[in-house]
């Protein structure tokens, strides 16, 4: 005797998304598509395990209350308030990062109101910053790593504060891509802090990645170095 087997098929409503983390039912919005994107990331790049990941988490300000689009804990660690580890803010990609209501210094608000937070990203989609909360005795110090850690907390490689000279450097990259041809010959660091001459880097932009061909004398520091920022370049497109 044959068994038949009924198999249910659900579908969503149009402009409705299931969420990648908490499998909620979430408005398919423009902000919503950035978070989906980061969720995704936290879980298949970063090794986090969903439940370390909480979605629209509630945390207080003063006498009121806020939702944060990402929360990350350590592993084990209840989803607490005084045990939030990387704050993570999404919007949509009409918001810039000095936006006064709904850019950086909103992220900052939050790291400020969660003692043990360490980690923030702000992320529009098409740019990001990372931003690292420290504690030098009584003052807090803000540092601007490239990346946040993976979920064992390793931060080997992103350390790497980065320093207006960079980001002034891909302005200058970025102003002058040709719209005809995708090559830009050079471009001239005056690197008079660091180094007594100028060095010349050839930028190749006809690969997906950001190629930047440094001369061997480039000095390497705690704060720059050529295949850094080949990768700072190349997860940071907006910047």
Partial sequence: MTKN?????TT???????????????????????RQNIERRL????????????????????????HVDLVIFRN????VQENAW?????????VEPKNKNEGVDQLKSYLAACPNAEWGMWTNGRYKEVIRKLHEGRRTVWEEPNDIPSADGNTSEVDLPIVPWVRSLVASVRQNMSSE?????????????????????????SEPCLHILAHGNCPAS??????????YLAIAPGV
Avoid at 5 to 9: A, D, H, M, N, P
Avoid at 12 to 32: A, H, M, S
Avoid at 76 to 79: A, I, L, V
Avoid at 86 to 94: F, G, L, P, Q, Y
């Fill in 12 to 34: 969503l409503p149009e402009g409705k998304i299931c969420d990648f983390i908490d499998q909620k039912i979430r408005n398919d919005t423009p902000e919503e598509y950035v």
């Fill in 86 to 94: 990387i704050i993570v803010e999404c919007k949509r990609d009409t």
């Fill in 5 to 9: 087997t009924e198999i249910k098929i």
């Fill in 181 to 205: 041809s995708n090559w830009i010959r050079s471009v001239y660091l005056n690197r008079s802090s660091r180094c007594s001459s100028r060095q010349s880097y050839p930028l190749d932009f």
């Fill in 222 to 231: 705690t704060t720059f170095h050529p295949a850094w920022l080949r990768v």
């Fill in 76 to 79: 084990g660690d209840r989803h």
């Fill in 43 to 66: 879980v298949l790049e970063l090794d986090c395990n969903p439940e370390q990941v909480a979605v629209e988490f509630p945390i207080a300000m003063g006498s009121s209350s806020k």
